[in-house]
């Protein structure tokens, strides 16, 4: 069995006071295989807000994936936005912006769909499935996880702006033998399939530490993928400040 930990939109800028000992020790006891951050580890992309979230990373007794989000890029410089999009992200967290974690149980790979050109809607992108293709050609038998910023569906009631690509990245994924993908963006947790794509599992976070909250408080999921099998639990900040097993889902994984 192969444990996934699924935090996404931390915002250090905007964190709610308290919650990253919890979330610590939340990782800690629980202890996965890997812990993947899909994005928005800022909510300015100030060097001080990615030292943060590089102290935070670094604490953790697990590997780490991660991929960048749509405010991991400056907002108010420009320059530095259209120039140098990733630059302080790269310093900070890791020069890859396409990472690929193999374990023996899955494979995990990364893309970036933040769009420094329109700042809120993400893109993913012919070169980017080809990539996700590339990481899971030797994959066989294992679980085959995409982790992007960006949701490719959005859950009713939903009025951003659906990424680029999205149509494209459904017809795609089921085609290259991808069985899951983890996204945030949006400060929501949710797991089930695809409307467009069945036989693809739509795993969202909510936001696990920022102030910036929705429909829910604080939370974080954690995937248990089984051959054939994925169980999605979601783990839920409560007042006293400790995170709480809030639900359990487990869905069947075609096969590819």
Request: glycine share 8%; charged share 15%.
């Amino acid at each position: 069995m192969t444990r996934i930990l699924h935090l996404s939109d931390l915002h250090f800028g905007t964190v709610a006071p308290g919650l990253i000992a919890p979330l610590r020790a939340s990782v800690a006891r629980l202890h996965p295989d890997l812990v993947v951050i899909s994005g928005d580890l800022t909510q300015r992309a100030t060097a001080a807000q990615f030292a943060a979230a590089a102290d935070l990373i670094a604490s953790l007794r697990s590997p780490v994936l991660c991929v960048p989000g749509n405010h991991d890029t400056p907002l108010w410089n420009l320059w530095e936005r259209l120039v140098h999009p990733w630059r302080r992200y790269r310093r900070a967290i890791t020069p890859d912006l396409a990472p690929v974690w193999q374990g023996p149980g899955a494979v995990v790979a990364g893309v970036n769909t933040a769009n420094p050109l329109a700042w809120k809607q993400g893109r993913i992108t012919g070169a980017q499935l080809d990539h996700l293709a590339r990481s899971f050609a030797e994959a066989g038998p294992r679980a085959r996880v995409v982790v992007m910023h960006h949701p490719l569906e959005h859950l009713p009631g939903e009025k951003e702006w659906l990424m680029q690509g999205a149509d494209l990245a459904l017809r795609r994924l089921p085609e290259m033998g991808a069985q899951i993908v983890l996204s945030g963006h949006v400060h929501v947790s949710h797991a089930g399939p695809f409307t467009k794509a069945p036989g693809l599992l739509f795993v969202q976070a909510g936001t696990g530490l920022s102030t910036r909250t929705r429909t829910e408080r604080n939370a974080f999921n954690l995937l248990a993928l089984s051959p054939g099998a994925a169980e999605v639990t979601t783990f839920v900040a409560r007042e006293t400040g400790d995170y709480c097993q809030t639900g359990s889902r487990r869905f069947a994984l075609t096969v590819p």
